[in-house]
């Protein structure tokens, strides 16, 4: 039987300023080693260049962005994903990442990225899987963008991945393969000198798969006391990105926290701290409903066991809060107009 973890999705608008800044402080770097105008980074997003050097600034994900596609058009380099993701550091995940650098081995490391994942510049959903002996690395970004924000987000993320095993576990550790939903771009040969695997491209997800056993090797520079700080202040920059996220994304995150029993309209507005005909009505105030968000999150949940396990409909049906398949089936297709067979993966 295989073992699955999935690393949670933080949930935010577009518009919501909770994303740290790390990554553009390097976007900026390399602008400026490349001899170009870095001050142009933050046009149009609604931040100065200063703001990049400010440890308590976050943006939203649209500001995010439009730093990016200021960069691509600076640098008029299609493959600054690749070279940014190669260049990070530990110290540019921020608190999370010197967690990382002081944690005991590699299933500390994952135990850490899973709860902490969206204290860095996360713009990609990165779900992490140990499955047949593989550690599984997905990325998909949160949000719709267009083609060429796609690919430097996904590339960016998988080799900052890539980065942070080498850095970790030495050059011994290199990926098994690295796959992309998309066709190899004309720049394909970066791929495989940045990976040294096989690169897939066209495949079914963003992915770069690892031998499990990177998750056994020791941290010989272990420091408990330094993680326990790093930590304490990666609990600090979640709450400040808390008070910025919208109400209904509150909600989402209420329900996706108690995926088994989801908490009645009652209980969620307790959890909030207001009644539920105050929630009901701040609700209806930004567009959405309880329902409205219970069925979004349900049906994320559904995608993500019709994709990344082996449950029959019956097991995730019930696992839902449904008593028969028979109305999983038709709420799926209300939700999603597919139905579950159409997200179970080929053979």
């Not at 609604?46 to 960069?71: P, W």
């Not at 719709?144 to 942070?164: G, I």
């Amino acid at each position: 039987m295989s073992e699955t973890e999935l690393l949670s999705r933080p949930t935010f608008d577009r518009i919501d300023p909770v994303i740290p800044v790390y990554l553009f402080h390097l976007i900026k770097t390399v602008l400026r080693e490349r001899q170009l105008d870095s001050d142009r980074l933050t046009e149009h997003s609604g931040i100065s260049i200063s703001d990049l050097d400010k440890e308590d600034t976050l943006v939203s994900f649209d500001q995010s962005l439009v730093m990016i596609d200021n960069a691509l058009s600076l640098s008029r380099d299609e493959a600054l994903g690749l070279e940014v993701g190669r260049r990070e550091s530990l110290g540019d995940w921020g608190m999370m990442g010197y967690a990382i650098a002081s944690c005991s081995n590699g299933r500390d490391m994952f135990r850490i990225a899973k709860s902490y994942y969206q204290t860095t510049t996360n713009l990609t959903v990165s779900d992490m899987q140990i499955s047949h002996d593989r550690l599984i690395t997905r990325s998909e970004p949160y949000h719709s963008v267009p083609p060429r924000l796609y690919r430097f987000l996904v590339e960016e993320h998988l080799a900052c991945h890539h980065k942070m095993i080498l850095d970790f576990h030495g050059d011994k550790q290199l990926p098994l393969e690295v796959h992309f939903n998309y066709a190899a771009p004309h720049y394909a040969k970066i791929y495989e000198e940045l990976f040294r695997c096989p690169i897939i491209f066209d495949a079914q997800y963003n992915q770069v798969i690892h031998s499990a056993q990177v998750l056994d090797i020791v941290n010989p520079a272990s420091n408990p006391l330094t993680k326990k700080l790093a930590l304490k202040l990666c609990d600090q920059l979640l709450q400040q990105q808390e008070q910025h996220r919208s109400l209904i994304n509150k909600v989402e995150r209420i329900l996706i926290s108690q995926p088994n029993s989801f908490p009645s309209p009652t209980e969620v507005a307790q959890q909030l701290g207001t009644s539920e005909r105050n929630l009901r009505r701040q609700l209806k105030e930004q567009g959405s409903s309880y329902q409205q968000i219970l069925d979004r999150v349900r049906a994320d949940i559904a995608i993500g066991y019709l994709r990344d396990t082996q449950l029959p409909l019956e097991d995730i049906a019930h696992l839902l809060g449904f008593s028969e398949s028979s109305s999983f089936y038709r709420a799926f297709k209300k939700w999603t107009d597919k139905a579950p067979s159409s997200y179970r993966p080929k053979p």
